[in-house]
Structure formats: C-alpha cells, structure tokens
T-cell receptor, first 115, second 115 residues
C-alpha cells in the first residue's frame, strides 16, 4: 500500500513570496490533515478535511494560508505571502475515518525555509 | 484546553537497558493518548494509543505505555532498548468521549540508544 505522498520535499523562498505544497493521501482515506512543525516543537494542526469539506481550520492563519481538497483526494496548501516565521516542516496526514482515534498516517513532510 | 508536556528533551540509554520516555497531559475530561516516533527525514509513525480499557497498552516494535489517570501520565516504555530505537518521540492527547476532537502534540523527546 502506497503511503502519503508530499511534494516538494524542500523549498527555499524569500519572504513575501508565495509557495504551494501538495499532498496525496492514502487511497480511500476520507480524512486529510495539514500540520505545521516548527523546529523543536510538536506538530500543530492547521486544517482538517473530511472528503472535500473543512472540519477544522481554527488554527489556520487565514490571512496568508489557504488550503483546498477540491475532489476529496489530493490537497494543496498555499502560503501567500510568506513570512520568516513560516519556516517549518509541513506535514500531511490521512486517516480512513473522521474519528480522532483512527490512526493517522503521515507523509515525509515539506521543509520550508523562508529567507 | 488540552496540553501535553514531555519534560525531558533528551533521554540517553545503553543498548539492552530499559527505557522510559515521559509524558504528562492535561485535558478537561477523559483523554485519548497517543505515541508517535519520527526518524530523520521521515514523517511521524504511529506507535500506540490508549482509548479505554486496560491501562497498559502494547504497540509496535516492542513498545508499551501505561496510562495513569491519577498522575495524568502516559509514559512510553521498552524493556530492552535497541540502537535502532534512536529517534524523536512525540506524545499526543485529544479529548475523549468524542470522536471529533483534534490531537495536541508535545514538543518531543530525543531518544539516543548507545551500543
């Protein structure tokens, strides 16, 4: 079974530029999560989708971050414009159901450096 | 609000010795508790979870964790450490009694097992 795929693996941009990350979850998984992991900290949930609907985006900085999962499969997370403090690893995860007890499977992450 | 504390940034053990990685939590109700492991340049991998029932939970790679409600702890243990167990470990908590909650992660503990 293929795991969660993310691209790119690394990205370096200047502040105020835009960037987009892509995630393809495990086939058939209804729930998709985007997390931000700042160096030295644990992952922080940014947004949670069930199929193509948003379940929780309470911690997403909506003035600069956006995410979509139009067809209920793969997802894109965008930052526009980027700030220095956005430097982090962005993790995508998926699970088969919506329950928090359902095991989340994580991708390898995208490491973003904002200069 | 819910939170997780991993009081040790680093744990060092010798191969073959028992290991413990500590986790305490705070949640307004019954908790769901999780342990994840992160190897370098790879995403988080699920190790084990406590939902309800037996306080001793067994997981992947010989790891286990004990839920202690009175001490609000969920320490990760292994009877005999391997060099390959060296990694970053995260504890996470979510509010139980609901399937719609989200997980809050600790800041991680780096485990180093020396031969």
């Amino acid at each position: 079974e293929a795991g969660v795929a993310q691209s790119p693996r690394y990205k370096i941009i200047e502040k105020r530029q835009s960037v987009a990350f892509w995630c393809n979850p495990i086939s058939g998984h209804a729930t998709l999560y985007w997390y931000q992991q700042i160096l030295g900290q644990g992952p922080k949930l940014l947004i949670q989708f069930q199929n193509n609907g948003v379940v929780d985006d309470s911690q997403l900085p909506k003035d600069r971050f956006s995410a979509e999962r139009l067809k209920g499969v793969d997802s894109t997370l965008k930052i526009q414009p980027a700030k220095l403090e956005d430097s982090a690893v962005y993790l995508c995860a998926s699970s088969s159901g919506l329950a928090v007890t359902d095991t989340q499977y994580f991708g390898p992450g995208t490491r973003l450096t904002v200069l | 609000a819910q939170s997780v504390a991993q009081p040790e940034d680093q744990v060092n053990v010798a191969e073959g010795n028992p290991l413990t990685v500590k986790c305490t939590y705070s949640v307004s109700g019954n908790p769901y508790l999780f342990w994840y492991v992160q190897y370098p340049n790879r995403g988080l991998q699920f190790l084990l979870k406590y939902i309800t029932g037996d306080n001793l939970v067994k997981g992947s790679y010989g790891f286990e964790a004990e839920f202690n409600k009175s001490q609000t702890s969920f320490h990760l243990k292994k009877p005999s450490a391997l060099v390959s167990d060296s990694a970053l470990y995260f504890c996470a908590v979510s509010l139980g009694d609901t399937n719609a909650g989200k997980s809050t992660f600790g800041d991680g503990t780096t485990l180093t097992v020396k031969p």
